[in-house]
């Protein structure tokens, strides 16, 4: 199937492109790249990383497991309790203060589950993914584990953080909300209001690691009110920081609020797949800047601007499932359940 190119006449935000072999030879050059990215926007593209064989078959497994009836796939419900990993449905999140409902389903599997396979950490999935934990899912999270670890810890370094302090934050021994998600989103159906696939959202963890082929993602750059397409471009992943980042270093790196609306122009009669690599902290982390530990994150989180980056002692996990439960239909009660479910968007008051 070839799908039409991403169109030349909407409105897109550049993205520095950082080539992960050199990360890996030390390139100042790059590594200064990847700094620019991470403390200007927190996204950025990262090429010659090596995925994209896993990536493929995660998309099928992510098809395969789509295409279970949705009874099979209910089953494995996640979502109400505030519980991450699982299986949701179409229209089950909000994505805005009115209770308008999201347009994608989507399957999240526990990287605690993965590693500890087959023995159960959180929960059981469906057989679809069970079928390929060891074969693909396994080898997905553990490479893209290993690069999300690389750019975590060049980031400590630039931040003047002691060595091995956001590592011990994300363990493989403890268990934390770290996931694999694939997603998938119907063509545009004629007639039906555009309503945003995935709410605007920060992201909720450290780093995600991200694959889509057509476009729908878009960033609200810093400083502006404005909605820009992300382009999709072929051999490059998109990495992006989410908030306990942006928490630990007092704002100087950024969570960026993005979502998902449908696809432009043509791109939008086909059905949309992504796929998501997720680290998040141990769920014991507690989220405050670390301005003990360096002058920078210090420095940074003595400004004004960035007294949301103060969450009172949250846990990850705290953080974590207030955010996933309040963000469910089920559980609205009004627009204080959206406002609830918030994170570190720069357009809203703090609600903690
Ligand atoms: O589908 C995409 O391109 C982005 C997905 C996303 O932002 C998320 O799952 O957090
Ligand atoms: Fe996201």
Redesign the pocket.
Same mark, same amino acid.
């Given at each position: 199937m070839t799908i039409p190119p991403f169109p030349e006449d909407v409105p897109t935000h550049p993205l520095l492109v950082v080539d992960y072999q050199k990360i890996l030879e030390d390139d100042e050059a790059e590594i200064e790249k990847l700094w620019q990215g991470a403390t200007s926007i927190g996204f950025w593209y990262l090429k010659n990383h090596g995925a994209d064989a896993d990536v493929q078959q995660m998309f099928n497994m992510g098809e395969e497991t789509m295409a279970l009836p949705l009874s099979e796939k209910m089953e494995f419900e996640q979502g109400d309790a505030g519980v991450s990993f699982g299986y949701k449905a179409f229209g089950a999140n909000a994505v805005d203060e009115h209770g308008t409902v999201d347009t994608a389903e989507y399957i999240n599997v526990a990287q605690d589950d993965v590693f500890a396979w087959p023995k159960i950490v959180h929960r059981a999935y469906p057989r679809t993914v069970a079928d390929r934990m060891e074969g693909t899912i396994l080898p997905f999270v553990r490479r893209s584990r290993e690069i999300n670890s690389t750019l975590l810890r060049i980031l400590e370094r630039r931040l003047g953080l002691p060595e091995g302090e956001f590592l011990k934050r994300h363990t493989a021994e403890e268990h934390s909300g770290s996931e694999t998600?694939c997603?998938k989103s119907p063509p545009r159906k004629p007639g039906a209001p555009d309503n945003n696939v995935?709410a605007p $959202?920060t992201?909720f963890g450290s780093l %995600?690691f991200?694959h889509?082929r057509l476009g729908?993602?878009q960033v609200m750059p810093p400083g502006t009110e404005t909605w820009q397409y992300v382009k999709p471009i072929p051999g490059h992943a998109i990495c992006n920081l989410g908030d306990a980042m942006a928490i630990l270093s007092g704002g100087v790196l950024k969570s960026n609020l $993005?979502r998902?609306v449908p696809p432009p122009r043509e791109q939008g009669n086909f059905t949309r797949w %992504?796929l998501?690599y997720f680290t998040r902290p141990g769920d014991s982390v507690i989220l405050e800047p670390l301005s003990s530990m360096s002058e920078m994150v210090a420095e940074a989180a003595r400004k004004p601007e960035n007294v949301r980056f103060q969450t009172g002692g949250a846990t990850a996990r705290d953080w974590f499932e207030r955010r996933i439960k309040n963000q469910r239909i089920k559980n609205r009660k009004g627009p204080e359940t959206w406002r609830a479910c918030r994170g570190t968007e720069h357009n809203l008051a703090p609600t903690h």
């Open positions: 998600r997603i995935l $959202h992201d %995600s991200l889509n729908g993602l $993005h998902v %992504s998501v």
